[in-house]
């Protein structure tokens, strides 16, 4: 999808031409809008279609009539009725007189620019729209790590009493998102510094604070990612012992059920065999209640041994 939008009366509004100044937003495109895009504004058709790889790395490459910059944001999707996270590249393509965004999806990050929510925005100050998207991009980062923290707490409240790995498993699928995101931060840290030193990339004296601004922000999300993924490693670790010792639990329980039902099944398998009636030897075979005598020494040899099980230190 290719949208353009240009600021007229300090308003973003959508336009049908692009002009001088104007933001085209290439959102899932198709092959027919990006050479549309690569013939009107020179730029090449590879470099349009590097962001739509969703393992492109973070860079800044400088041609001779324009500059593109890709960053890695993060995206939701949702998979099996749960939201899951994860980074996509976003490519920024600073020209002379335009300034192109494309992305392999309709990424919120853009969103607040399009309805014109974003305070101090205008397309013709791209620099500026620039260091707005990277601040943007890091306040999603810290947003969706603030639910990752709270989703793991639910998920250590579960585990607790859980025997199942679905929890152990998401644990990990969240730890996974965690290197992504650190992975990214680090990458999107090491292309703000080479804008900063960029000649082209010109700023103005009032954007000073916030490059400030988007540096503090990317690298509070990194020590958050850095710090949430530790945590969530060691409870990982701590969370596979307690599922495993609630499952021994249930062993020792099974185990001290079958020894004690080994018991009567002894005796009444002796019991049960076909021996004459004075002659086998076996007691209370010639009484009347025999065969009474014989349950009752039964439970009480199984009471006996359940007692001695369940305080014997093999057991515990």
């Not at 969706?144 to 699928?173: A, C, G, V, W």
């Not at 030897?281 to 025999?290: A, K, L, N, V, Y």
């Amino acid at each position: 999808m290719l949208r353009m939008f240009n600021t007229i009366n300090d308003k973003v509004e959508r336009v049908d031409t692009p002009q001088n100044g104007s933001w085209l937003c290439l959102s899932e495109p198709t092959d027919v809008e990006l050479a549309t895009v690569s013939q009107q504004t020179g730029i090449d058709l590879a470099d349009l279609r590097a962001p739509l790889d969703d393992e492109e790395r973070s860079r800044v490459d400088v041609e001779d009539d324009y500059t593109m910059i890709i960053v890695d944001i993060p995206t939701v999707e949702e998979r099996g009725g749960r939201d899951w996270y994860e980074t996509i590249p976003l490519s920024i393509i600073l020209t002379q007189h335009l300034i192109i965004t494309v992305c392999m999806q309709d990424t919120a990050v853009l969103h607040p620019f399009m309805e014109g929510t974003i305070r101090g925005f205008n397309t013709y100050m791209k620099s500026r729209f620039i260091l707005q998207i990277l601040y943007r991009n890091a306040t999603m980062y810290l947003r969706y790590l603030r639910i990752i923290d709270r989703e793991s707490d639910r998920l250590e409240l579960k585990l607790r009493h859980s025997m199942q790995n679905r929890e152990i498993l998401m644990l990990l699928e969240l730890s996974k998102t965690l290197v992504y995101f650190t992975t990214s931060l680090k990458s999107n840290e090491i292309v703000m510094e080479k804008l900063n030193s960029l000649t082209r990339f010109k700023q103005y004296p009032e954007d000073e604070d916030l490059l400030d601004d988007v540096i503090t922000e990317n690298k509070q999300a990194i020590e958050m990612a850095n710090i949430y993924s530790g945590v969530l490693a060691n409870m990982t670790d701590a969370f596979a012992s307690i599922v495993s010792n609630n499952l021994n639990n249930v062993m020792r329980i099974f185990t001290i059920i079958s020894i004690t039902l080994s018991i009567p099944t002894l005796i009444f398998s002796m019991y049960g065999m076909n021996f004459q009636s004075g002659m086998s030897g076996m007691p209370f075979t010639d009484s009347r209640w025999g065969f009474l005598v014989v349950v009752v020494i039964s439970i009480l040899l199984s009471i006996v041994v359940t007692w001695f099980l369940t305080r014997s230190r093999l057991f515990k």
